[in-house]
């Protein structure tokens, strides 16, 4: 558009220019000689021709102060538009950042208590019916040299046949249903009888009753505890429950 107005402005000063060079003389308002006032055949064309060169010149003066309003009108508009342009893009900038805060925050506020995507075991809820097995013999270890010879080889170091293991039962389930299942998964012999009060285990892992302290005439032989709680009564009249915590234990000394 600043172009176009300037253009305008060129042809303007072209065109007045011209009409100049035809009427030097009158544009010039400088009062004409005798060559140049000789030209006119009366005074009353001098007259018209100074009116003309006059009105001439006002056109002249009112085309540049138009010029120069518009492009005033011209600046001003860009100079708005710039504006405008600047503060829609603070706008755009202001819409943004809450954007990313709110992504953020999403993000820091995950629910701690919801299960991971990699089975996290510490927020997984553990099944209903699990219970624990322990065989442990270290009251043996303690009497060694009391144990029938040759069956030391029988006595982990550790004292323990089976370690505190985790296992699955089904609704009804007995102690002695599970010690069978255990001993089956790890190759474990297990010497049962059949008693008037139940099943009764009389050996495991090739240490059975009285192996320790015969000769001593002591009662040895594998007693059981559930909970911490010595067991009464036979392990297949015992039915588990959940979180159980059963532990078989060689006594070497027993009532």
């Given amino acids: 558009m600043k172009k176009r107005f300037l253009s305008l402005t060129a042809l303007i000063i072209i065109a007045v220019l011209m009409l100049c060079s035809c009427n030097a003389g009158v544009i010039t308002g400088a009062p004409p000689t005798h060559s140049e006032a000789s030209s006119f055949s ?24 138009k010029t120069k309003e518009t492009e005033s009108k011209q600046n001003a508009a860009t100079a708005r538009e710039s504006t405008t342009a600047q503060s829609t ?28 995507a990699t089975g996290d075991p510490q927020t997984e809820k553990k099944p209903d019916n ?23 080889q029988y006595v982990p170091k550790s004292g323990y046949i089976l370690e505190k293991t985790e296992f699955t039962f089904t609704e009804g389930e007995t102690v002695y249903d599970l010690m069978m299942r255990a001993a089956e ?12 009060y139940g099943i ?32 009464k009564y036979s392990s297949s009249k015992y039915v588990i429950e959940s979180g159980d915590s059963i532990v078989f234990s060689y006594s070497c000394k027993y009532d």
């Fill in 42 to 65: 009366s005074p009353e064309e001098a007259a018209t021709a100074k009116i003309q060169a006059e009105k001439t010149t006002n056109k002249i003066e009112d085309a540049t102060t």
């Fill in 89 to 116: 893009k603070k706008k755009e900038n202001k819409t943004e950042k809450p954007s990313e805060n709110k992504s953020t925050t999403k993000k820091e506020t995950a629910n701690p208590d919801t299960p991971s």
């Fill in 130 to 152: 699990l219970c624990t097995l322990t065989i442990e013999c270290t009251d043996i270890l303690k009497n060694i040299e009391y144990l029938k010879e040759g069956h030391e």
């Fill in 185 to 196: 998964t790890y190759s474990i012999k297990v010497t049962a009888e059949h008693t008037s």
């Fill in 200 to 231: 009764y285990i009389s050996g495991i892992n090739n240490l059975d009753e009285f192996d320790v302290g015969k000769a001593q005439g002591w009662t040895s032989g594998w007693v059981y505890y559930v909970n911490g709680e010595f067991a």
